[in-house]
């Protein structure tokens, strides 16, 4: 019996609908599910019968964010094929290759601002979790409405990454930005409606039918008109120096995935195990998987 695709793509009264559906995995992110979006914004864009697109989980979760366990042939990297001048060399152990990582990382980005630039409008409809490289994808979306019990962070700003989309500044400008990222602090529904990083809450009962209810109003305005003002808006952002502030995160979110204390916290998975090393992360802070009970 063959495996159910990893990302979902229907479409259905002028809605283009993305599902992630790893709901087993949290919907964590690998290169077939990032590919997976790719194509069917592609296809999406691409449709005469679709007038704005919606992006969703399936299961209890938005996405939880990349997966740090894929299969290996899942990875999306090659082999690391070091050379000295025209030479192939053998890697010493601990080696990292900021190119090679910056060109896997670069593409990631380039796969989720494809919701950036598609030419129809893109709502991404959060419930449960969006963390870590899932708000890289998240953020990119045109508009994010969110269930009223949903949560959204960056934790790897603890340690162990950067964001490469780093569309926070340009969502929620300097203050919140710094807020949330120098902390890795969580958010929840009241806070990402206060401070504009969401357009709509609802509960979550009722997110879907009222997140397609609000999109299907795309389809009374022409294509172009909606193509244009998403343009227009988009090249504000751009011209303030969108693209090279991206540049620098990606290259920067390698460099923090191989400092010392970057290594020493992924050694702990297997000294620890991945729970109690999520655990000892965010106890201190007191949220996301640690947030008191009652």
């Not at 992924?266 to 965010?282: A, C, P, Q, W």
Request: proline share 6%.
């Amino acid at each position: 019996m063959a495996e159910a695709p990893v990302v979902l793509y229907e479409e259905r009264d002028s809605l283009g609908i993305i599902t992630l559906n790893r709901p087993e995995k949290m919907n964590t992110l690998t290169d077939t599910v990032i590919q997976g979006i790719a194509d069917s914004i592609d296809r999406a864009t691409a449709s005469p019968d679709v007038s704005s697109v919606i992006i969703r989980g399936a299961g209890p979760t938005f996405t939880a964010g990349y997966d740090l366990n894929p299969q290996a042939g899942d990875r999306g990297r090659g082999a690391f094929q070091p050379r000295f001048g025209a030479k192939q060399v053998d890697a010493r152990p601990g080696a990292w290759d900021p190119v090679r990582d910056y060109a896997f990382m670069g593409n990631n980005m380039r796969r989720f601002m494809k919701l950036w630039e598609c030419p129809k409008p893109v709502i991404a409809e959060l419930h449960g979790y969006a963390l870590g490289g899932g708000t890289d994808l998240l953020l990119c979306a045109d508009l994010i409405f969110m269930a009223e019990d949903a949560i959204l962070g960056y934790p790897p700003s603890r340690v162990y990454g950067t964001p490469t989309t780093m569309m926070w500044v340009y969502r929620v400008g300097l203050e919140h930005a710094k807020e949330f990222l120098l902390s890795g602090d969580q958010i929840d529904a009241t806070t990402a409606y206060r401070i504009g990083l969401v357009s709509k809450v609802f509960p979550k009962a009722r997110l879907s039918a009222e997140t397609e209810a609000y999109a299907k109003r795309y389809a009374n305005i022409p294509a172009n008109q909606l193509a244009l003002n998403k343009m227009l808006i988009n090249q504000a952002f751009e011209n303030m120096g969108l693209r090279t502030t991206q540049m620098l995160g990606t290259f920067f979110d390698g460099v923090t995935r191989h400092t010392e204390e970057a290594l020493r916290w992924r050694e702990s998975f297997s000294e620890v195990g991945f729970r109690e090393t999520i655990r000892r992360r965010d106890g201190p802070f007191e949220d996301y998987g640690e947030r008191p009970r009652g």
